[in-house]
């Protein structure tokens, strides 16, 4: 009986699909671009897809709103995921300052590895700046041509442009925005301009761009109102979800082990350094059709046997986990059992709590008279309607915290 219910908890996984990582750079070359919506029949869709980049301003007054991106990051990512149907999502980063700053721009690629991309946000200090504009066109041209949006038209491609200062007109080698944006609109890509503070001439610019970009326009208060809410279930469900990452078995060629061994490392670094509330918020994100990807990745041994990819059996030896290797072939195959087993419990009491923590945060944003006026919540509400016309619909109570 016991082998039963093993049995039946190893199959009970869904198919997990590759994960990309995350290459960060300067501004450099265009990956290949990849298609991520396949079509079965006329008219029909059979996977929905999000690509969205932030274009953030990294100078020194921005600094409250980075360390509110750093903590919000998954929340975000959760109230995407909770489209229907479920959307494959990727996320980039372009970092930018202006000339004469330690970088004009750092590029973080497309990537539905949000680990990887939540740790290289970690990375990010506010610093420089203080002169007036920044370089805003630098930024949105490496946006548009230095990162690996797909060609599908059906998928969801979005731009958000956060900061404070106006674009830097007076650069005679630079692309200005209005061209940027032009190629922006063909590629289908929706570019949105999110202002922090109140200054006026940047008012116009992001205004302007927001109208080229076909966006929206949104202005904050300077450290962004982001809803920071801890809850008393937090710190349990960042203790389950560390468990959690520890039940992936990842196995593959040398190749394979570099990318998984990278990603792993990007895990652990959460878990050591980010906040018991973004874990938690990262747990609801994976535990998300949505988030399977960044929870799996590329090569996970017990999702791949459990839904038929790959047989234990037809595995080298060299290419499964060091510790399976001396293993006898029973001995294997109950270790994957017990491993799936001990992944439904965890993501069952993940679950309950979630629950209760999502309770906890309704009232809680309730007693505060709403949301509306957050960053995290205007990026929603822009991600709510502009979606919708690629075919993804969003619960309308539902709420960003």
């Not at 979630?354 to 949301?371: F, H, N, T």
Request: a negative charge.
């Amino acid at each position: 009986m016991k082998s039963k219910i093993l049995a039946l908890a190893l199959f009970a996984f869904t198919a997990a699909s590759v994960a990309l990582y995350p290459v960060y750079q300067s501004t450099g070359a265009t990956n290949t671009a990849t298609q991520t919506t396949t079509t079965v029949s006329p008219g029909i869709r059979q996977h929905s897809s999000i690509e969205v980049v932030f274009v953030v301003d990294t100078t020194g007054s921005m600094s409250g709103l980075i360390q509110a991106a750093k903590e919000k990051i998954w929340s975000i990512a959760s109230t995407m995921a909770s489209a229907q149907p479920a959307p494959d999502i990727r996320m980039g980063l372009i970092a930018y300052r202006d000339r004469g700053d330690a970088y004009v721009t750092r590029v973080l690629d497309l990537s539905d590895d949000l680990d990887s991309m939540s740790v290289s946000l970690m990375d990010f200090q506010a610093d420089g700046g203080g002169d007036g504009p920044e370089s805003v066109n630098k930024a949105l041209y490496d946006a548009v041509h230095n990162v690996s949006w797909s060609e599908d038209q059906n998928v969801y491609k979005v731009v958000f442009l956060v900061g404070d200062a106006p674009p830097h007109m007076d650069y005679q080698d630079d692309v200005k925005y209005p061209e940027t944006l032009a190629l922006a609109l063909k590629k289908g890509i929706v570019v949105n301009a999110i202002q922090c503070g109140q200054n006026r001439v940047t008012t116009d610019g992001w205004q302007q761009i927001a109208q080229l970009g076909q966006g929206r326009y949104f202005q904050v208060a300077q450290a962004g109102n982001a809803v920071t809410i801890a809850t008393p279930f937090d710190r349990n469900i960042a203790v389950l979800s560390e468990k959690l990452d520890h039940t992936r078995l990842y196995y593959g060629d040398a190749e394979d082990r570099e990318k998984q061994q990278s990603k792993v490392a990007a895990t652990d670094r959460l878990h050591a350094v980010a906040s018991f509330a973004s874990r938690a918020r990262r747990a609801v994100f994976n535990s998300s059709k949505s988030g399977e990807k960044n929870f799996l990745g590329e090569g996970e041994l017990v999702d791949d046997i459990a839904s038929g990819r790959v047989k234990l059996s037809d595995i080298d030896k060299d290419q499964l986990p060091a510790s399976m290797r001396a293993m006898a072939p029973t001995q294997q195959k109950a270790l994957v059992e017990e491993t799936a087993l001990r992944r439904s419990e965890l993501q069952n009491q993940i679950a309950e709590l979630s629950k209760k923590r999502s309770d906890y945060l309704r009232k809680k944003v309730e007693e505060a008279g709403g949301v509306s006026d957050s960053l995290d919540e205007k990026i929603y509400s822009a991600v709510r309607e502009q979606a919708g016309k690629k075919g993804l619909r969003y619960d309308a109570d539902a709420a960003a915290y």
